[in-house]
C-alpha cells in the first residue's frame, strides 16, 4: 500500500514538473504563512506564541502572589503563635496573681480573726469587771439591808442600848463576813 502511494506520487512529478514545482511553492507560502501566524517571527510573535507567552506570564503572576500569600501566612502563623504566647503568659500571670492575693486575703482575714477575738477577750474581761463591780454593789445594798432590818428590830424590840450596840456589832461583822466570802467566790469564778 505504502508502495502504490509512492508510486503515484512520483507518477504525478514526473508527468508534470512544472505544475508540481508550483505546487511545492504554495505549500512553502502556505507552511510559511501558517508558521507566521502560529509561531511568529523574531520581531512579532505569532497566535500560538502571543497566547503561551501570555499564558506563561499569567502563570508567573499567580506563582508570584501565591509566593507572597505563602509568605503572608507564614507570617500570619507567626504572628499567631506569639499572640498565643503572649496570651499564655498573660493566663500564667492572672493565676499567679490570683493566687497571691488569695493568700493576701486568708492572711488578712486571720489577722483580722485575731484582732476580733482580741476585742471580744477585752470586752470579756470589760463584762467580768462590770459584772464583779455589780456583784460588790449588790452585796453591799444587802448588807445595808441586813444592818437596817437590825437595827429596825432592836427599836421595835426595845433593847437597852449596850444590847443594841452588841446587836449591830454582830449584825455588822456577820455582814462583813458574809461579804468577804462572796467577794473570794468572785474572784475564784475568774
Do not use: C
Request: hydrophobic residues 50%.
Amino acid at each position: 500500500m505504502v508502495g502504490e502511494l509512492f508510486a503515484e506520487v512520483g507518477h504525478e512529478i514526473t508527468a508534470d514538473i512544472g505544475r508540481f514545482a508550483v505546487e511545492v511553492v504554495q505549500f512553502l507560502i502556505l507552511v510559511a504563512a501558517v508558521w507566521a501566524l502560529t509561531v511568529g517571527s523574531s520581531k512579532r510573535r505569532g497566535i500560538i506564541t502571543g497566547r503561551l507567552a501570555d499564558r506563561r506570564a499569567a502563570l508567573e503572576t499567580r506563582l508570584e502572589a501565591a509566593g507572597r500569600a505563602e509568605g503572608a501566612l507564614e507570617t500570619a502563623r507567626a504572628e499567631a503563635q506569639a499572640a498565643r504566647g503572649a496570651a499564655e503568659a498573660q493566663a500564667r500571670q492572672v493565676v499567679r496573681e490570683a493566687r497571691a492575693r488569695a493568700a493576701a486575703l486568708v492572711k488578712e482575714s486571720h489577722a483580722v480573726a485575731e484582732q476580733r477575738a482580741v476585742e471580744l477577750e477585752a470586752r470579756a474581761v470589760e463584762v467580768l469587771a462590770a459584772e464583779h463591780g455589780d456583784m460588790q454593789t449588790e452585796v453591799r445594798d444587802r448588807l445595808i439591808e441586813v444592818v437596817a432590818d437590825a437595827t429596825r428590830s432592836i427599836v421595835n424590840d426595845q433593847y437597852t442600848l449596850p444590847e443594841q450596840r452588841a446587836l449591830i456589832q454582830r449584825a455588822v461583822i456577820a455582814g462583813l463576813e458574809r461579804f468577804e466570802r462572796a467577794t473570794s467566790i468572785a474572784a475564784e469564778s475568774r
